[in-house]
């Protein structure tokens, strides 16, 4: 029972000390973008003095070193991607929520006044912050699949004189293969979910974002092998920039 006790002990310190993976710079126009991945597909990104926060999930704890958010971006009513709980524990006190109908209908009461409703194809600008919606789904679009079309939104960000995609969950779609002037991506890949890797690097080889990141990566068998998918992308495009970064670190 003691040495039962020690581990638990143990593993709850190790648990509540996990640092994230070290952030990236992207330098634009207007000032550099620090992009912090969190867990799973979660991202933090600051810019211009601003921070945003992509879909915060898995706990409070991972954002307590981060500044708190201006913006708040939610892509879908799943709970690795809308997570009341943690949502309730952050401070939200200056931020205002971007999300689609389906995340708004969930959302507390006392969230309504600072939450902006963005359906596919449209567009906001909020704190300097062009945020503009496109769709999200699996393949085929029909009754029996996991994200239906409309229901959720990948997001085009523009920070600057840069143009950030965030696919949220979603399969191969046209709407991903024919999106222009990609600096850069974040990519799901795990099935059943979303994507295989060679899903993803052939929507990739598509729109030929410059720089891209697998995120989101974990499904039922484990994790997506995301050296495979830059692999794949570097085989047909050695230019584009492929960042592997631990989407992990901060909790398995």
């Known amino acids: 029972m003691k040495m039962i006790m020690i581990f638990f002990c143990v593993f709850a310190l190790t648990k509540a000390n996990a640092q994230l993976t070290t952030p990236d710079t992207i330098i634009t126009s207007q000032g550099d973008i620090i992009v912090q991945p969190v867990f799973h597909g979660a991202l933090v990104l600051q810019w211009n003095g601003k921070c945003i926060y992509i879909d915060p999930y898995n706990g409070a704890g991972a954002y307590k070193t981060l500044h708190k958010p201006d913006l708040v971006l939610i892509t879908d009513i799943h709970g690795d991607h809308m997570d009341i709980k943690t949502l309730q524990a952050l ?99 795990n099935i059943p979910y979303t994507m295989t890797e060679e899903q993803a690097a052939g929507a990739v080889l598509d729109f030929k974002p410059k720089m891209v990141y697998p995120y989101h990566y974990r499904g039922q068998g484990g994790f997506s092998d995301t050296q495979k998918f830059k692999m794949l992308v570097h085989k047909d495009d050695p230019l584009i920039d492929v960042r592997l970064k631990d989407w992990y670190a901060g909790g398995r």
Not at 162 to 181: A, C, H, V
Request: hydrophobic share 35%; glycine share 8%; with cysteine.
């Open 91 to 189: 401070d939200l006190s200056n931020a205002n929520l971007i999300v689609p109908q389906a995340v708004a209908t969930l959302l507390p009461a006392e969230w309504k006044e600072k939450t902006v409703v963005l359906s596919n194809g449209n567009t906001t600008e909020q704190s300097g912050i062009s945020i503009h919606a496109i769709p999200m789904y699996n393949l085929p679009d029909d009754s029996t699949s996991r994200h239906t079309k409309g229901r959720g939104n990948g997001y085009v960000l523009t920070l600057g004189d840069k143009n950030l995609y965030i696919s949220g969950d979603t399969e191969d779609i046209p709407e991903m293969r024919s999106l222009k002037n990609i600096d850069v991506a974040f990519i799901c890949m």
